[in-house]
């Protein structure tokens, strides 16, 4: 017996093509927007209905049903030029101080206004117990911060620690003031929030303020003419329900941002993921991935021929074709199933050309020619675009294990210039992790600022860019650690916390008696590292070694003092008289070290200036004249 007839005949479900408005506005790695069958094949529903009406409503055009799309095959011999920058980027006149291209985004006002909420919010706790938060202190406590993300320890309090003091954090503020301000800041009113069932609450309300001031900031920085588009993680393993998993990135779980960036990662625009993207108002709904990019793109000047890079999860047609009106020439990666009935070749096929093989398509959606290209090396890769197709081709170097050389390999001018201007957001990744701020808390918001403080590489490559326009060498250009250091001491660490011209420690003088005295070295002794950062000196028992040399050289100390024996020979006069030591102090002194701890007009005049005696030169001499007065009362 048929089942259909036992169980009831069911109809046939007919499964229409979507609307052009689409409701997708909730963000999925593994979603494919714009993904549409190029042949549709509606089937009949078995019903009480004449066949005559059947089809007439298969035959009646429908107005969500998507057009098709044609492509065809070309030759790959048409040569494509990039499109001219209408624009440039504005030359600096000079270069300023370090501070001063931090402050263009940490702001009086935004600084003050976290002094304010802050104190607020301390109240709210605790109306007995106040956090008097001032504007120094704020200052201060960014400052450590900073200092913390260049020297780690595994804990904030070990900074404080008898056994790891850390002198430039623990002298500047307390430990219990550090952690009361860091408890307590806050940047939102929370007498403001929404109630927690309203529909329309802002999930990122406790760190509104912190985007609302820091967005026009970033959006008003000078664009060049290449741009890209990723999603970069914000590490974070802890609970929160605005936590992202993507397998692919290093980082795998964390809070997910969406940036706008240029090749070298110069920041532009940012939008912090929240689960729900909507469609930009006065753009079509494209879907959530093409969504992102026209709420990113918005800051974009129209007219400019401005270059747009994107991977396959971004890419779609519809997306490159509403970039195109405004002149915004785009190119990235794409899925195949979103290339909608493009006859692209099998992976099989390409790889029996061989390496380097490719083939070139093109169409027009919605008056906008866009090219598609499969290329094959290792692996396939399609990529779609509105200027670049496979011409000109160049060579690129790939090994070859059969062969166990590297060969020449066929590249189309897509792939080239996608290679060369897609990695401005893993760029940023990059120099953010150098020196990333690991301040453990719960609180969502505190990671998300911290993270904007991370940022604050914009501003040195503000600075390199400003460099450059000046002519400033390479060479002479502070480094990324440099440039933090000297944001660290501006925000409120005194320049004296990173180096202290101060009398030689109490040790080094037990050992100037010592050589004064002709004696011998005493038994093991170790010294606690000292809070001025100088190197403590350890001695150990007399191994008769004539070359017998001690040294102690500690984390961040800037001197290195060494015990030398010179003499184990025993007296002639008295063969019981112990071997005579002196002890030789010898400076390890950089003075670039210097200059990174002075104010540039400071060490140039003592670099001109010959009787300028660094505090190492000075001990070192204090010991020579010791060495030398021992000496002579030897003999």
Excluded at 533 to 541: G, Y
Excluded at 572 to 578: A, F, Q, T
């Amino acid at each position: 017996m048929d089942s259909r007839s036992f169980y009831g005949k069911r109809g046939l479900r007919t499964r229409l093509p979507p609307e052009d408005k689409s409701d997708d506005s909730c963000l999925s790695d593994s979603e494919d927007d714009d993904v549409v069958p190029y042949h549709h094949t509606q089937a009949r529903v078995s019903s009480s209905s004449s066949e005559d009406e059947d089809e007439d409503a298969v035959d009646e055009p429908s107005a969500s049903r998507k057009r098709a799309v044609r492509w065809k095959k070309t030759g790959c011999q048409e040569q494509r030029e990039v499109p001219p920058w209408e624009s440039a980027l504005p030359e600096a006149d000079t270069v300023r101080a370090p501070i001063e291209y931090f402050k263009d985004f940490f702001d009086d006002n935004f600084m003050d206004h976290i002094v304010e909420q802050s104190n607020v919010f301390a109240m709210q706790k605790n109306p007995n117990k106040g956090l008097a938060l001032s504007r120094d202190e704020l200052d201060q406590f960014l400052g450590t911060v900073t200092f913390m993300s260049i020297c780690r320890l595994p804990r904030s309090r070990l900074y404080w620690a008898a056994e790891s003091r850390v002198p430039t954090v623990a002298d500047t503020m307390s430990r219990d003031r550090w952690e009361a301000i860091k408890a307590n800041l806050h940047f939102n009113n929370n007498d403001d929030m929404s109630p927690p069932n309203d529909p329309h609450k802002d999930r990122l309300f406790k760190v509104r303020p912190v985007i609302d001031f820091l967005l026009p900031k970033f959006q008003g920085i000078p664009k060049t003419q290449a741009l890209c588009v990723d999603e970069q993680m914000v590490p974070f393993k802890g609970r929160s329900s605005l936590k992202q998993y993507i397998p692919s990135k290093p980082h795998k779980w964390g809070y997910k941002v969406f940036l706008l960036c240029d090749p070298q990662g110069m920041v532009h625009s940012f939008e912090i993921y929240t689960g729900r993207i909507d469609a930009v108002p006065g753009e079509p709904d494209i879907g959530a991935s093409g969504n992102i990019v026209l709420k990113l793109s918005q800051n974009i000047q129209p007219g400019l021929n401005h270059l747009l890079f994107c991977d396959n999860w971004f890419t779609s047609l519809k997306l490159f074709s509403s970039l195109s009106k405004k002149d915004v020439h785009c190119l990235g990666t794409v899925h195949a199933n979103r290339l909608q009935g493009c006859p692209l070749p099998s992976d099989a096929s390409l790889k029996k050309k061989g390496r380097g093989s490719f083939e070139e398509f093109e169409t027009v959606v919605d008056a906008t020619k866009l090219i598609a290209l499969k290329w094959y090396d290792n692996r396939a890769v399609t990529t779609l675009s509105t200027f670049a197709g496979a011409e000109p081709v160049t060579s690129v170097g790939r090994w070859e294990r059969s062969k166990k050389m590297t060969v020449q390999v066929e590249c189309p001018s897509a792939v080239s210039i996608y290679n060369k201007f897609m990695g401005g957001v893993d760029q940023l990744d990059a120099l953010i992790a150098y020196y990333r701020i690991h301040v453990r808390s719960k609180k969502f918001y505190l990671k998300i600022f911290f993270h904007f403080v991370d940022m604050v590489v914009v501003a040195w490559l503000l600075y390199r860019r400003d460099c450059d326009a000046v002519g400033v060498p390479t060479k002479q250009q502070m480094d990324l650690l440099k440039f933090k250091f000297y944001i660290a001491t501006w925000e409120g660490i005194p320049c004296s916390v990173f180096y202290a011209e101060t009398a030689p420690p109490r040790i080094l003088n037990d050992v100037l008696d010592l050589v004064d005295a002709g004696g011998s070295r005493p038994p093991t002794l170790a010294i606690l590292p000292r809070a001025d950062n100088f190197a403590a000196i350890v001695t150990d028992e007399e191994s008769g070694d004539e070359n017998d040399t001690d040294m102690a050289r500690l984390p961040g100390s800037v001197l290195r003092a060494e015990i030398v024996g010179l003499d184990n020979a025993s007296s002639d006069d008295d063969e019981g008289e112990p071997a005579k030591k002196v002890a030789k102090f010898s400076a390890n002194w950089d003075k670039r070290d210097l200059k990174t701890k002075l104010p540039q007009s400071e060490w140039l005049a003592e670099e001109q200036d010959e009787s300028f005696l660094t505090p190492a030169d000075a001990f070192e001499k204090f010991f020579d004249d010791g060495r030398h007065r021992a000496s002579r009362e030897g003999n």
